[in-house]
């Protein structure tokens, strides 16, 4: 009988070992850095770390898009998949911002995380055909709105949750903290020392990093997601549709929903965006970081640099 509890105490520990092991793997550890003397960013051209992105697509009318963190993507994947299937749409959702992640119908029907699977299953695997007949979107953003954007939604409002804890790092010393820590993650992704961390990807990493931006540069239509003129950046997407003969109806329907609705992730015009602006403008340590750490999307987007003293990356 004692050997039975002796058995059964060693279980015990064994499994408690192994539940502190996988708790442990959830957040990465945050490095305390400091990177006051560095004044060059890792590349002067945009680069690709990874082949893992969110590509959606409508074959029928020739659309695919890369979606990137905190670029309108959740009612980007949501207008694909309405164009995609709308019948099946609409039986499942009364609005564009109901198919948001987790509820998305067109899940595994239109998307893929590698450009392969779709040019075999959309194209017939014609590769040049698929770059040079079909329309491919770009949203793109200013990096430091993406930024915060990023920011608030995962170190602040998900800061519970296991993936945001560790894109977040786990770092509890704020903006500084993670700044830091994303430009030591890119340093180490460049020189291959450590696996790809999509989810800290998708949000954090620069916008020309990734969606093969270097090589699909030249093809990709560009469409700045600017809050401060969202008419425009609608009027754009709209007009992206028109030219690829989608239906006047089923625009409409799209522009009115991009334009009357907010999805579940958005931060705009929130206090913490207002807080973490002005924090961002008094902190010349945070302009630089984020000089540096987005250095390809200011310079191939045409953003302003933000200033600090010494700023020699322009």
Not at 45 to 57: I, K, L, Q, S
Not at 70 to 81: E, G, L
Not at 243 to 258: A, G, H, L, T, Y
Not at 281 to 300: S, V
């Amino acid at each position: 009988m004692r050997s039975i509890f002796y058995i059964l105490y060693l279980l015990l520990i064994y499994i408690n070992v192994l539940n502190s092991k996988r708790k442990s793997t959830i957040p990465s550890k945050a490095y305390k850095l400091h990177y006051g003397k560095i004044l060059q960013p890792l590349s002067r051209t945009p680069m690709t770390v990874t082949d893992v992105n969110f590509h959606v697509v409508v074959p029928k009318y020739k659309l695919h898009s890369c979606l990137l963190g905190k670029n309108f993507s959740t009612m980007m994947s949501s207008i694909f998949c309405y164009l995609f299937n709308p019948k099946l749409f609409q039986s499942k959702n009364d609005h564009l911002k109901d198919n948001y992640w987790k509820k998305n119908v067109c899940r595994f029907k239109n998307n893929e995380h590698h450009l392969g699977p779709i040019i075999r299953k959309f194209n017939g695997n014609r590769s040049k055909d698929f770059r040079n007949d079909w329309k491919h979107l770009l949203i793109v953003r200013n990096p430091v709105d993406r930024f915060i954007s990023a920011y608030i939604h995962l170190c602040i409002n998900l800061k519970k949750k296991s993936e945001a804890k560790r894109a977040c790092f786990g770092c509890k010393d704020g903006i500084k903290c993670v700044l830091n820590n994303i430009y030591y993650r890119m340093n180490a992704y460049v020189s291959k020392r450590t696996p790809i961390d999509h989810y800290l990807t998708y949000h954090f990493l620069p916008q020309t990093w990734q969606c093969h931006y270097s090589q699909f540069k030249k093809v990709y239509t560009i469409i700045k997601y600017d809050q401060s003129n969202l008419d425009l950046f609608y009027r754009n997407i709209s007009n992206v549709l028109l030219r690829q003969n989608v239906p006047e109806s089923f625009i409409s329907f799209i522009d009115k929903e991009m334009r009357s609705t907010r999805t579940h992730h958005t931060t705009s015009n929130s206090m913490n965006v207002v807080l973490l602006r002005n924090y961002i403008t008094q902190n010349e340590y945070a302009r630089k970081m984020l000089a540096l750490i987005y250095f390809n999307d200011f310079k191939e987007f045409g953003y302003e640099f933000p200033l600090y003293s010494n700023n020699s990356v322009s």
